[in-house]
Each structure stands twice: as structure tokens, then as C-alpha cells.
Nanobody, 122 residues
Framework: QLQACGGGLVQAGGSLRLSCAAS????????MGWFRQAPGKEREFVAT????????YYEDSVKGRFTISRDNTKNTAYLQMNSLKPEDTAVYYC?????????????????WGHGTLVTVSS
């Protein structure tokens, strides 16, 4: 089970940190990913991180602004979002993939959280 939290309303240029707490799985063996879905749009990849935090990938529009991380001792993944823009407004989902390899497509992830809403006002 994955539980995402940390969303909210923030002004453009502001920051938020999302958290994704995992239970019922061996967290340290799962690749973690963050995806988002804006109103009327398809779910899109945001970031992913491998087991050891040694490999990360980001969607181009968030590079340099977002940072994905994880704490295997706390079974939690994070998404630090800085310099937020109105176009970052979406429901953000965390996902888990039982693999040694990161992935950037939603169908490659088996477990999903319910999502947390991020709204960035201009």
C-alpha cells in the first residue's frame, strides 16, 4: 500500500514536499516513481529513483526544480518541488515497481497511491 501526502495550494515560485509512505512491501527492493495528472490530460511521468538512490530520472519540464529521494529506513519516498509553476498543477501519484530498473511509463508500475492534489496559483 502506498500513501501519498503533502499536496496543497501554493503560489507560483513556491515549494512543496510530497511524501509517499509504503507498507506491506519490501520497500528497499522497489523502484519508486512519481507521476501526475492534470485536469483533462493523461497521466504523465515526473520522476523515478532506483533502490539505492543511485539512479534518478526526471521529466524534462521538472529538471532542476524537482528532486526525488527516498529513505529506505522509513519506507518513504519524497518529491521536493521548488520553483513551482501553474502548469505543475495536478494530482500527483506515487508508484512502486518491483524491479532493479527504473521506468518512466505508468504501466510498468504495479502499486499506486491514491494521489495528492497540488495547486499552483499564478
Amino acid at each position: 500500500q502506498l500513501q501519498a501526502c503533502g499536496g496543497g495550494l501554493v503560489q507560483a515560485g513556491g515549494s512543496l514536499r510530497l511524501s509517499c509512505a509504503a507498507s506491506g512491501l519490501t520497500f528497499s527492493r522497489y523502484v519508486m516513481g512519481w507521476f501526475r495528472q492534470a485536469p483533462g490530460k493523461e497521466r504523465e511521468f515526473v520522476a523515478t529513483i532506483n533502490w539505492s538512490s543511485g539512479t534518478t530520472y526526471y521529466e524534462d519540464s521538472v529538471k532542476g526544480r524537482f528532486t526525488i529521494s527516498r529513505d529506505n529506513t522509513k519506507n518513504t519516498a519524497y518529491l521536493q518541488m521548488n520553483s513551482l509553476k501553474p502548469e505543475d498543477t495536478a494530482v500527483y501519484y506515487c508508484a512502486a515497481r518491483n524491479s532493479a530498473h527504473t521506468a518512466r511509463t505508468a504501466y510498468e508500475y504495479k502499486y499506486w497511491g491514491h494521489g495528492t492534489l497540488v495547486t499552483v496559483s499564478s
